[in-house]
């Protein structure tokens, strides 16, 4: 599937295409289905297998949701299990309407993104400010206990979803993305949809994901800033030599 952009007042001059592919040739695709397939093994779990089975008095379900997110009382958890749970928390979804949409939109500016850094790169970056909001959450939590509710537990992968897209459009701020074959929406007006869609799905009565969230917002407002001052890439307005932005003339 090719996704098609152009600047903001430019027409069919500047369009060009990204090439955003279904299959598992793409490997920000096959962390989706890694995410996807976990999220299965979690309902076959609960719902089909080992649903009479116990550890210690907890259903394996329990011990699974427990275990794997991220808990604001780490304390309660093994300390192995604790730090494996600020890698784990972000294939643990509880909410398939968050999986689904936190994929899409990881699938649709994931690939906005690799034209400029790379998929690695773009994957890489997932995962770390994925760790990094789930410090972030533990912290807030030590910080604000009598605001932040008792016993939070963080799952899914939106706080790293929400880096990848911020990234994305602090870098092509004022591009179009083409919907139909004249149609187009600022990149701008997606991604506050989105956002706004992604905190009703997610969003809990508790000031430590609202502090995560706005966490993941900012670092990748500033990691997109770093690129367009030229730390990362020195020239801005200029295409890299491996990119996959291809230009369609007139």
Same mark, same amino acid.
Request: proline letters at 2%.
């Given at each position: 599937?090719?996704?098609?952009? *152009?600047?903001?007042?430019?027409?069919?001059?500047?369009?060009? %295409?990204?090439?955003?592919?279904?299959?598992?040739?793409?490997?920000? *695709?096959?962390?989706?289905?890694?995410? $996807?397939?976990?999220?299965?093994?979690?309902? $076959?779990? @609960?719902?089909?297998?080992?649903?009479?089975?116990?550890?210690?008095?907890?259903?394996?379900?329990?011990?699974?949701?427990?275990?794997?997110?991220?808990?604001?009382?780490?304390?309660?958890?093994?300390?192995?299990?604790?730090?494996?749970? &600020?890698?784990?928390?972000?294939?643990?979804?509880?909410?398939?309407?968050?999986? &689904?949409?936190?994929?899409?939109?990881?699938?649709?500016?994931?690939?906005? #993104?690799?034209?400029?850094?790379?998929?690695?790169? =773009?994957?890489?970056?997932?995962?770390?400010?994925?760790? #990094?909001? /789930? =410090?972030?959450?533990?912290?807030?939590?030590?910080?604000?206990?009598? &605001?932040?509710?008792?016993?939070?537990?963080?799952?899914?992968?939106?706080?790293?979803?929400?880096?990848?897209?911020?990234?994305?459009?602090?870098?092509?701020?004022?591009?179009?993305? %083409?919907?139909?074959?004249?149609?187009?929406?600022?990149?701008? !007006?997606?991604? #506050?949809?989105?956002?706004? &869609?992604?905190?009703?799905?997610?969003?809990? !009565?508790?000031?430590?994901?609202?502090?995560?969230?706005?966490?993941?917002?900012?670092? /990748?407002?500033?990691?997109? *800033?770093?690129? #367009?001052?030229?730390?990362?890439?020195?020239?801005?307005? @200029?295409?890299?030599?491996?990119?996959?932005?291809?230009?369609?003339?007139?």
């Amino acid at each position: 599937m090719k996704l098609y952009l *152009n600047k903001n007042g430019k027409y069919d001059d500047s369009k060009y %295409y990204v090439n955003a592919p279904f299959n598992l040739s793409s490997e920000i *695709n096959r962390l989706i289905l890694a995410h $996807l397939i976990l999220y299965i093994i979690y309902l $076959l779990i @609960k719902y089909l297998v080992f649903t009479g089975y116990t550890i210690s008095g907890q259903s394996i379900a329990y011990l699974v949701e427990h275990s794997l997110s991220l808990s604001s009382k780490p304390e309660v958890l093994p300390k192995a299990v604790s730090w494996i749970s &600020l890698f784990s928390f972000q294939f643990i979804h509880f909410n398939a309407g968050e999986l &689904l949409l936190s994929m899409f939109l990881f699938w649709l500016f994931g690939h906005i #993104l690799s034209m400029e850094l790379g998929e690695r790169k =773009v994957i890489l970056l997932y995962f770390i400010f994925t760790i #990094l909001s /789930g =410090v972030v959450f533990l912290l807030s939590h030590q910080l604000f206990q009598i &605001l932040s509710g008792p016993r939070g537990i963080m799952e899914g992968a939106i706080t790293g979803v929400l880096a990848i897209m911020t990234i994305t459009v602090t870098l092509n701020s004022s591009h179009h993305l %083409y919907i139909g074959k004249d149609q187009r929406i600022s990149l701008w !007006h997606v991604y #506050l949809c989105a956002c706004l &869609l992604a905190f009703m799905l997610v969003y809990k !009565h508790n000031i430590s994901f609202i502090i995560t969230y706005l966490f993941s917002i900012f670092g /990748g407002l500033h990691y997109g *800033n770093m690129i #367009l001052n030229g730390k990362e890439i020195t020239e801005s307005n @200029k295409l890299p030599a491996n990119s996959n932005r291809n230009i369609l003339k007139a």
